[in-house]
């Protein structure tokens, strides 16, 4: 099977899934054929709105329909697609609008516009090849100002081509993309999936924790894809809120500990696959038999199903050796069809694409059945004491207190190349616990340099729009927890 481009992808799904349901929504639902006509629709009225080839067009809308025809016929028309929140801010929009130049800026509002009966639906994709960038995934930006990935072709439809033999998906199945389409995870785990293998794709313009199984049961989904802390919520759902369902699989990136994982499982009558990737690299890891019962393990790199290349693993040090079995390292991938850089970035493409190599910036090591454990971010790696401390670690020891739901741990400049460890500490409901008890607590789980000095209680932590707790949102507001 060689390598493909979007646009051959949606002809095949077309040719061989013609009648089967493509899109559905709670009151919609579109052929293939349809989805085809749409796509072609969008992609006329677009080039006669002067879009050309590699044009850049910014889209920032809530999952629908229309949101699909207009990302798909972006690049049918030779365009490059870059689907952002819709809730930013006005100052934010602006940002990326004078980061990425795009030709054409896109809001709710305009797809329907664009999505015309009028345009020609026949209008023959502009040429590509596979390992052209297909479109632009900006990253949250919770370091600095968001940077927009270049995703090629062949890393979606290889993606999609593979996504179900990683998690064990057999037969039909109906995806639901709850999580929002300027993700990664969306557009290359369910919509390129759907389109390769004539899946249906259940669309929701956001995620709700309150109405997750309501919804799941209404759209007669049989997998779902999940992120950060979405199946925590989920799981604090008062137990009246599940419903019995079609949904069976569950992917978590990342996943819940074993234990709780199992106990997840029982709950909701489900299977709960987890995994490790990036806009980067769509491929990353994914769990493997030895893995599942492995806290913070995230398996072994994932294959693609044509084999047409691997995607390889190395666990660096800071002076790019590999580590020994068991020693933390950076995780480093190396395929064809990983991100060939970031848009108008070409400092940062150096230093994260160094030697042929992409530098994820995630910590991490492998044990002796190969395996490979996540540990945290490299650059979030704690100096205390010449000691190389992983936040994740102290997360999950302060976590094991009953009245401990959720923590977030981080280094603080402490003078001498030295830091101090800060945890910002979130209590159960009825919780009751001080900051003298709760170090106490952690001296007896954690090596004395390990346990936070300081340790700050607040009643929530700030999540990124993919929910993921913001560290670097608490670093700066408590950098100098002293002061």
Same mark, same amino acid.
């Given at each position: 099977?060689?390598?493909?481009? =979007? @646009?051959?992808?949606?002809?095949?799904?077309? &040719?061989?899934?013609?009648?089967?349901?493509?899109?559905?929504?709670?009151?919609? /639902?579109?052929?293939?054929?349809?989805?085809?006509?749409?796509?072609?629709?969008?992609?006329?009225?677009?080039?006669?709105?002067?879009?050309?080839?590699?044009?850049?067009?910014?889209?920032?809308?809530?999952?629908?329909?229309?949101?699909?025809?207009?990302?798909?016929?972006? =690049?049918?028309?030779?365009? =490059?697609?870059?689907?952002?929140?819709?809730?930013?801010?006005?100052?934010?929009?602006?940002?990326?609008?004078?980061?990425?130049? @795009?030709?054409?800026?896109?809001?709710?509002?305009?797809?329907?516009?664009? %999505?015309?009966?009028?345009?020609?639906?026949?209008?023959? /994709?502009? $040429?590509?090849?596979?390992?052209?960038?297909?479109?632009?995934? #900006?990253?949250?930006?919770?370091?600095?100002? !968001?940077?927009?990935?270049?995703?090629?072709?062949?890393?979606?439809? &290889?993606?999609?081509?593979?996504? !179900?033999?990683?998690?064990?998906?057999?037969?039909?199945?109906?995806?639901?993309?709850?999580?929002?389409?300027?993700?990664?995870?969306?557009?290359?785990?369910?919509?390129?999936?759907?389109?390769?293998?004539?899946?249906?794709?259940?669309?929701?313009?956001?995620?709700?924790? /309150?109405?997750?199984?309501? &919804?799941?049961?209404?759209?007669?989904?049989?997998?779902? *894809?999940?992120?950060?802390?979405?199946?925590? +919520?989920?799981?604090?759902?008062?137990?009246?809120?599940?419903? &019995?369902?079609?949904?069976?699989?569950?992917? $978590?990136?990342?996943?819940?500990?074993?234990?709780?994982?199992?106990?997840?499982?029982?709950?909701?009558?489900?299977?709960?696959?987890?995994?490790?990737?990036?806009?980067?690299? @769509?491929?990353?890891?994914?769990?493997?038999?030895?893995?599942?019962?492995?806290?913070?393990?995230?398996? /072994? !790199?994932?294959?693609?199903?044509?084999?047409?290349?691997?995607?390889?693993?190395?666990?660096?040090?800071?002076?790019?050796?590999?580590?020994?079995?068991?020693?933390?390292?950076?995780?480093?991938?190396?395929? @064809?069809?990983?991100?060939?850089?970031?848009? *108008?970035?070409?400092?940062?493409?150096?230093?994260?694409?160094?030697?042929?190599?992409?530098?994820?910036?995630?910590?991490? #090591?492998? %044990?002796?059945?190969?395996?490979?454990?996540?540990?945290?971010? #490299?650059?979030? +790696? =704690?100096?205390?004491?010449?000691?190389?401390?992983?936040?994740?670690?102290?997360?999950?020891?302060?976590?094991?207190? !009953?009245?401990?739901?959720?923590?977030?741990?981080?280094?603080?400049?402490?003078?001498?190349?030295?830091?101090?460890?800060?945890?910002?500490?979130?209590?159960? *409901?009825?919780?009751?616990?001080?900051?003298?008890?709760?170090?106490?607590?952690?001296?007896?789980?954690?090596?004395?340099?390990?346990?936070?000095?300081?340790?700050?209680?607040?009643?929530?932590?700030?999540?990124?729009?993919?929910?993921?707790?913001?560290?670097?949102?608490?670093?700066?507001? #408590?950098?100098?927890? %002293?002061?």
């Amino acid at each position: 099977m060689t390598l493909a481009t =979007i @646009p051959e992808l949606l002809a095949a799904a077309t &040719e061989r899934f013609r009648d089967r349901p493509a899109i559905v929504t709670a009151d919609w /639902s579109e052929s293939f054929a349809d989805l085809a006509n749409a796509v072609g629709r969008s992609a006329d009225s677009l080039r006669r709105r002067g879009l050309h080839i590699t044009d850049r067009v910014l889209i920032a809308a809530p999952n629908s329909p229309s949101l699909v025809h207009a990302w798909l016929g972006v =690049i049918w028309a030779g365009g =490059i697609p870059a689907a952002v929140n819709p809730d930013l801010t006005r100052p934010e929009i602006e940002y990326l609008v004078d980061d990425l130049q @795009p030709r054409i800026v896109l809001r709710h509002e305009d797809l329907d516009v664009i %999505d015309v009966a009028t345009a020609d639906p026949a209008v023959r /994709s502009l $040429a590509a090849q596979p390992l052209n960038p297909a479109a632009i995934v #900006y990253t949250s930006g919770t370091t600095s100002r !968001p940077k927009g990935v270049l995703v090629r072709h062949a890393a979606y439809t &290889e993606t999609g081509r593979s996504f !179900p033999g990683w998690i064990g998906l057999r037969g039909e199945q109906r995806l639901w993309a709850c999580l929002p389409l300027f993700h990664i995870n969306a557009q290359a785990y369910a919509l390129m999936t759907a389109l390769a293998h004539g899946f249906t794709l259940a669309l929701t313009p956001k995620f709700h924790a /309150s109405t997750f199984w309501q &919804e799941a049961r209404q759209l007669e989904v049989t997998s779902v *894809n999940v992120v950060g802390a979405m199946l925590e +919520m989920v799981a604090a759902q008062p137990p009246g809120s599940w419903v &019995e369902s079609r949904l069976r699989t569950i992917y $978590a990136a990342p996943g819940p500990a074993p234990q709780q994982r199992e106990q997840l499982e029982q709950r909701f009558r489900v299977r709960i696959v987890t995994g490790y990737g990036m806009s980067e690299n @769509p491929f990353g890891c994914v769990e493997s038999r030895t893995s599942r019962t492995k806290a913070h393990s995230i398996g /072994s !790199p994932r294959q693609p199903a044509s084999g047409a290349f691997e995607n390889e693993l190395r666990i660096l040090r800071e002076d790019g050796a590999d580590v020994a079995g068991g020693e933390v390292g950076e995780l480093c991938f190396r395929n @064809p069809v990983l991100t060939p850089g970031y848009w *108008n970035a070409p400092e940062i493409t150096d230093a994260a694409l160094r030697g042929g190599w992409l530098h994820t910036g995630d910590a991490g #090591y492998r %044990d002796e059945d190969g395996d490979v454990f996540l540990t945290g971010r #490299y650059k979030e +790696m =704690i100096r205390r004491r010449g000691e190389n401390i992983a936040p994740g670690e102290v997360e999950e020891a302060l976590c094991a207190n !009953p009245a401990v739901k959720a923590a977030a741990v981080f280094g603080v400049p402490a003078g001498l190349m030295e830091e101090e460890v800060v945890a910002v500490v979130v209590l159960r *409901n009825g919780g009751s616990l001080d900051e003298p008890t709760l170090k106490t607590w952690a001296a007896t789980r954690l090596a004395a340099y390990k346990v936070p000095g300081t340790i700050i209680f607040r009643d929530s932590l700030p999540m990124t729009p993919t929910h993921r707790v913001a560290r670097d949102q608490l670093r700066r507001e #408590y950098g100098h927890p %002293d002061d």
